[in-house]
Structures are given as structure tokens and as C-alpha cells.
């Protein structure tokens, strides 16, 4: 048994170790250095062969890092906007040859292999790395960091721990992997954060509704030098609130209009760095369970 645990472990140390990191650097500057990611994937990788050596498995299923592999990379190589890994871009025609090479690969891999269970399971990593491109793509997932933190999630937990979390998890892991379960312990661990802005808010006692719960009060002065949008802004020579600031405006052209009419304290809400409910929900998901999952159920059995 403990020798079952031991990758779970590796993964969960890996996974604290450059998800806290990644959060640091993010919440400190709004930046993540590709490196992380990189060196955390091929730690993934690198756990998976040791794991698939320990439990004697049948060598076709090596093969599959190859097409992991070709996509962990084409995400890093083709789809960054401007990072250090770019300057090794591929030629177009040489990824075209790549790709038809793994989609090869992985046929031959059907064929053997005609989809048994922890075929499916090592399916989960590209899916999730296909689905993450998606919500990217979406602007559901509007950081790159976050996109290339769930890809890495995905290739260093492929599989649920050998334990089971007082919560549990969704029964049919075939059809939901854990990195989907990361990810939903994510959303559900982000709205703890309205409910610190009104706590904070409260103490303060500044309110007003919604604002108490979507950010703070600060001085007009400090916003600069912060990590925040201003949630006031000047219409019809007015100061009106607003609730969806938009992120492409000149804050310093706001910030500049709100002074000249008077402004001294304004509400701003934090650019609160989505990593670090995932680098919670990621904690999460291997100490508490699928948190979704027990709502859900809760619902469904009322």
C-alpha cells in the first residue's frame, strides 16, 4: 500500500511546491515564467515513467508520451505571445509532420490497446491540455499562466490518489479526471474572496452594495502602485459607479478625470491572480475531495 502512495505523494509535494511558487510570482508581479512549467511538466513526466517501470506495464504505453509531448510543447512553442521559449519556434511543416506522427502513434496505440481503462486514464492528459487550449482560446481562462498551469496540472496528475479525501470523489473517474476536479475545487474555492472583500469592508466600515464584495476602498493616490482597477469612473462630469470595470481602458486617464472632480478615496477591486484558487483547489483535491461533486449531490438528493 504505502508503495501505491508514493507517486501520489511526489505529485502532491511537485505540485505544492511549483503551484506555490507560480502564485507567488504571479500575485507579486502578474507574471509566471515559462520555466516553471516546463521543469513541472517534465517532472509529470518523469513521475509517470517511474511509475509505469514500478508496476511492469506493458511497453506500448510508453509510445503515449510522444503525442503528449508533441502538444505540451506546440502549446508552449506556438501559442505563447511573447516568452523566452519562443525564440526555439518550429518550422509550420515540421509541426505538421510531428502531429501526423503522434496521430499515428496513438492509433497503433488503439489498435493494442483497444481503450482498457488506464489507456483512458493516460487519455485524460491531452484532453485536458486540448480542453485548457479551448477555455484559453474562450477568454474563459483570460491568463496564460492559467491556461499553462492546468495543461501542467493535467500531465502531472493524470490519475486520483490511492486515498480517499473525507469528501470523496465523483464516482465515475473515467469520465472526470482530477484535474477537472482541480479545477472545479478552483471556481468553488474563488468565492471565498467576495466574502473576504465584505469582511474586510465591514471592519472598515465602508459599504455599499455590491461594491462591498466585489473590492475596497483606497486612495486615489496608492491606485498606482497597486494591482487594481478602479471601480468608479467619471460620466456626464459624474462620479458613477461601476461593477464590470473594463480592463483595456487608460486607468490613468480615469484615475486623472476622478481627481479633477474632486475624488480623494475611490473603490478599486483587486487583479486577483486566478492561480491562487487553483494552486488551493489543487491542495484541495487531494486532502478534502470533489467539492462539486458533494454539492451536487446534496442538491440532487434534496
Known amino acids: 500500500m504505502i508503495s501505491e502512495i508514493i507517486p ?6 511537485t505540485g505544492i511546491f511549483f503551484l506555490g511558487y507560480a502564485s507567488y510570482s504571479d500575485l507579486k ?5 515559462d520555466k516553471i512549467w516546463v521543469i513541472m511538466g517534465f517532472t509529470g513526466f518523469m513521475i509517470l515513467i ?15 508520451f510522444i503525442p503528449i509531448m508533441l502538444l505540451f510543447l506546440l502549446f508552449f512553442l506556438e501559442t505563447a505571445e511573447k516568452t523566452e521559449l519562443r525564440k526555439g519556434k518550429i518550422n509550420r511543416k515540421i509541426w505538421i509532420l510531428l502531429c501526423c506522427f503522434g496521430v499515428a502513434i496513438f492509433a ?29 482560446n474562450l477568454r474563459l481562462l483570460f491568463g496564460g499562466a492559467d491556461a499553462k498551469a492546468l495543461i501542467t496540472i493535467a500531465l502531472l496528475t493524470p490519475f486520483y490518489p490511492n486515498w480517499t479525501p473525507f469528501l470523496g470523489y465523483f464516482l465515475i473517474k473515467t469520465v472526470w479526471p482530477f484535474s477537472l476536479t482541480v479545477l472545479t475545487n478552483a471556481l468553488i474555492l474563488s468565492l471565498a474572496i467576495p466574502i473576504a472583500f465584505f469582511i474586510y469592508n465591514t471592519s472598515r466600515k465602508d459599504f455599499h452594495f ?14 498606482r502602485k497597486k494591482f487594481v482597477w478602479p471601480l468608479e469612473t467619471i460620466k456626464n462630469e459624474k462620479i458613477m459607479k461601476v461593477f464590470l470595470p473594463k480592463k483595456n481602458e487608460n486607468v490613468e486617464n480615469e484615475l486623472r478625470k476622478l481627481k479633477e472632480a474632486g475624488a480623494k478615496r475611490i473603490w478599486v477591486t483587486s487583479k486577483i491572480p486566478f492561480m491562487l484558487p487553483l494552486f488551493a483547489g489543487f491542495i484541495a483535491s487531494f486532502t478534502v475531495g470533489d467539492i462539486m461533486f458533494r454539492i451536487v449531490e446534496m442538491i440532487w438528493g434534496i
Open 50 to 64: 517511474m511509475q509505469f517501470y514500478s508496476e511492469s506495464r506493458n511497453p506500448v504505453y510508453y509510445l503515449t
Open 108 to 136: 497503433y496505440q488503439v489498435y493494442i490497446l483497444r481503450f482498457d481503462a488506464f489507456f483512458m486514464q493516460i487519455l485524460t492528459i491531452p484532453l485536458i491540455m486540448l480542453f485548457a487550449f479551448l477555455l484559453y
Open 8 to 13: 501520489d505523494i511526489i505529485r502532491l509535494v
Open 29 to 33: 508581479t502578474r507574471r509566471v515564467d
Open 210 to 223: 455590491p461594491l462591498s464584495f466585489l473590492g475596497y476602498k483606497m486612495d486615489i493616490d496608492d491606485i
